[in-house]
């Protein structure tokens, strides 16, 4: 049982893509290309002030299209960045992209409610695709766009931008290589003051509350600190600004862990306090990541004076990740963050909504 749960990542480094080959990598047969033509799907704040930006400093891919539903933003983004009139789409014309030979990648940046749709529509016209996190609001939805992705065979990958990052790469080797010894506790916590109130994380049918946001962000610290997939959990939740976050929506979720090897994780994420950091207990020593998820500026240090710090400037992390994927393509190789890595966060978090409900332990599948 325990084996058949471990998680995956069991190296990092050059290490950590090999250990999470997913079963839905596939590649289309096309002719080779130096770069691949990336098409950003929604232009909000993520994809205009990270991605876009990003894009002007890949090596193995480039910004070829676009996909808004405001004409004004549109235009704004082909004069900025030179986009032609014929790699423009709205979302009516959006499965015209099919016949489109410069656009090889699909980059959902929806709110999660519309990942599944976009992906699969992606999908079946024959392109890769690579989609925000959270991945999907349910698991079914995240096994849909597997399927439809394995179905169409072309590769899927989730932004995942820390996976892809040296200083996550660092500790979770670290914790592999037994510098703290056996992992018995883990603590994470992800979460700002976020002041607005009509924007899709404040709205549950669009896939809003912070555990689908950046509750993904301490998932992944617990699974990558551990090397484990979690067996059982216990949520609680509240919401200071009902308000706000209604109709059970939450603002802020603490969740405790249970890994097969006996480890423990406590979790912690909000949309209404700053925190970020990971702190990992071991038989040996500690590890501690502060702060752990964010843009840049990570720092880490361990029990016996290892450090931890390999600095960046904004947007490098968008810029690795989709260099790394667009790398991962070309070469017919396993993705870092396949599908089956989203899957398993939105399992977790489907678990903790009921933990919080109904105030028992969830068993994890």
């Not at 016209?125 to 999907?136: C, R, T």
């Not at 809003?208 to 067996?231: C, F, K």
């Not at 399992?347 to 599948?365: D, L, M, N, P, Q």
Request: aromatic share 8%; with cysteine; glycine share 8%.
């Amino acid at each position: 049982m325990t084996s058949r749960r471990t998680f995956l990542h069991t190296t990092a480094l050059t290490g950590v893509a090999a250990t999470l080959s997913p079963n839905t990598l596939w590649s289309a047969t096309k002719p080779a290309k130096d770069k691949l033509g990336v098409a950003l799907v929604g232009l909000g704040y993520y994809s205009t002030d990270l991605l876009a930006p990003a894009l002007q400093k890949t090596k193995n891919c480039y910004l070829a299209g676009i996909v808004t539903g405001t004409p004004e933003k549109a235009e704004k983004w082909k004069k900025q960045y030179n986009i032609p009139d014929k790699n423009i789409y709205s979302y009516q014309t959006f499965d015209q992209i099919a016949s489109n030979p410069d656009i090889d990648v699909i980059y959902v940046v929806l709110p999660p409610s519309m990942h599944e749709e976009y992906v699969v529509r992606a999908a079946k016209m024959g392109k890769h695709v690579w989609v925000e996190k959270p991945m999907a609001v349910t698991a079914k939805e995240c096994q849909n766009m597997i399927d439809a992705c394995a179905k169409n065979k072309v590769s899927l990958a989730v932004g995942y931008r820390l996976q892809h990052e040296p200083n996550t790469q660092e500790y979770v080797k670290a914790l592999r290589d037994g510098k703290i010894g056996k992992i018995q506790m883990v603590s994470c916590s992800a979460g700002y003051n976020d002041n607005r109130t009509t924007h899709w994380k404040q709205k549950k049918e669009m896939g809003g509350g912070v555990m689908y946001d950046m509750g993904v962000y301490v998932l992944q610290g617990a699974r990558l600190a551990t090397g484990e997939e979690p067996i059982a959990v216990t949520a609680q939740q509240y919401t200071a600004r009902p308000e706000v976050y209604k109709n059970g929506l939450d603002e802020t979720t603490m969740a405790q862990l249970i890994f097969p090897s006996g480890a423990r994780a406590a979790v912690q994420t909000s949309y209404g306090m700053n925190m970020n950091f990971l702190n990992v207990t071991g038989s040996k020593g500690t590890l501690v990541m502060e702060p752990y998820s964010a843009y840049n500026g990570q720092k880490g240090l361990w029990s016996g004076g290892g450090k931890i710090e390999h600095p960046y400037e904004v947007p490098w992390q968008q810029t690795k990740q989709m260099d790394d994927d667009a790398e991962a393509i070309m070469n017919k190789k396993p993705m870092l963050a396949p599908g089956e890595e989203g899957l398993r966060d939105i399992k977790i978090v489907e678990a903790i909504y009921e933990a919080a409900r109904t105030g028992r332990e969830v068993k994890i599948s």
